[in-house]
T-cell receptor, first 114, second 113 residues
C-alpha cells in the first residue's frame, strides 16, 4: 500500500520569501507524484506532476518540485511567494503496481503574510 | 475543452434525511470518475471511483453509495444521513488512472444537523 506524509500542517511565510512544502511517500513500487493546490471553497487544480525523466519538475505559478527516490520525497518549492499563493497544498502518489488510484496527503496550509 | 459540474454548491440536511449529489463532465468521453470527501485537517478521502457506466468501486464502507447511470454522470447518494457525513464533497475525472491529472469540480459543502 502507498501512503503520503505532509510534514507540516501549516506554513506561515512573509511575502517575497522562499517557501518549501514537504512531502514524503511510502511505496514498494515505482511511483507517480503530484502536487495540487486548493483555494478556499474550490476544487483542487494541478500544480505539477512527476511521471518519469528529470527529477526536477516545473509547474504553474512559479512552483517546482524535486523527486528524490533515495529519500522518498517530493518537496514543493517557490523562490518568492505572493499573497495570492495563500491556499491549501496537497501531495499525492500513485503506484505502478497495486493501487493506481492516487493517495492524497492531509494537506499543508500555506499562509502568506504581507 | 472539458468542464466538470457539481450541484448543489451547498446543502444543509437533517440527520436521517436522504442525499443526492450530482456530478457531470462535459467535453470528454469514457472518463474515470471519482468521489472524494474532505474533512478539516484530514485531507482527501476517496469514497468511490468508476471506470465505466455501471462500474463502481467502493473504497470505504459507509452509509453512502454511488451510481453512474450515464457515461459522464456520477451520483453520490445516501438513504439516511449521519452527522459524520458532513464535509466537503469533491467530484473529479481523469482520462487514465494513475498517471493522468485529476480534474476536480467546485465541490459541495454538506452540513448535516
Amino acid at each position: 500500500a502507498q501512503s503520503v506524509t505532509q510534514l507540516d500542517s501549516q506554513v506561515p511565510v512573509f511575502e517575497e520569501a522562499p517557501v518549501e512544502l514537504r512531502c514524503n511517500y511510502s511505496s514498494s513500487v515505482s511511483v507517480y507524484l503530484f502536487w495540487y493546490v486548493q483555494y478556499p471553497n474550490q476544487g483542487l487544480q494541478l500544480l505539477l506532476k512527476y511521471l518519469s525523466g528529470s527529477t526536477l519538475v516545473k509547474g504553474i505559478n512559479g512552483f517546482e518540485a524535486e523527486f528524490n527516490k533515495s529519500q522518498t520525497s517530493f518537496h514543493l518549492r517557490k523562490p518568492s511567494v505572493h499573497i495570492s499563493d495563500t491556499a491549501e497544498y496537497f501531495c499525492a502518489v500513485s503506484g505502478t503496481g497495486g493501487s493506481y488510484i492516487p493517495t492524497f496527503g492531509r494537506g499543508t496550509s500555506l499562509i502568506v503574510h504581507p | 475543452s472539458q468542464t466538470i459540474h457539481q450541484w448543489p454548491a451547498t446543502l444543509v440536511q437533517p440527520v436521517g434525511s436522504p442525499l443526492s449529489l450530482e456530478c457531470t463532465v462535459e467535453g470528454t468521453s469514457n472518463p474515470n470518475l471519482y468521489w472524494y470527501r474532505q474533512a478539516a485537517g484530514r485531507g482527501l478521502q476517496l469514497l468511490f471511483y468508476s471506470v465505466g457506466i455501471g462500474q463502481i468501486s467502493s473504497e470505504v464502507p459507509q452509509n453512502l453509495s454511488a451510481s453512474r447511470p450515464q457515461d459522464r454522470q456520477f451520483i453520490l447518494s445516501s438513504k439516511k444521513l449521519l452527522l459524520s457525513d458532513s464535509g466537503f464533497y469533491l467530484c473529479a475525472w481523469s482520462r487514465d488512472i494513475g498517471t493522468d491529472t485529476q480534474y476536480f469540480g467546485p465541490g459541495t459543502r454538506l452540513t448535516v444537523l
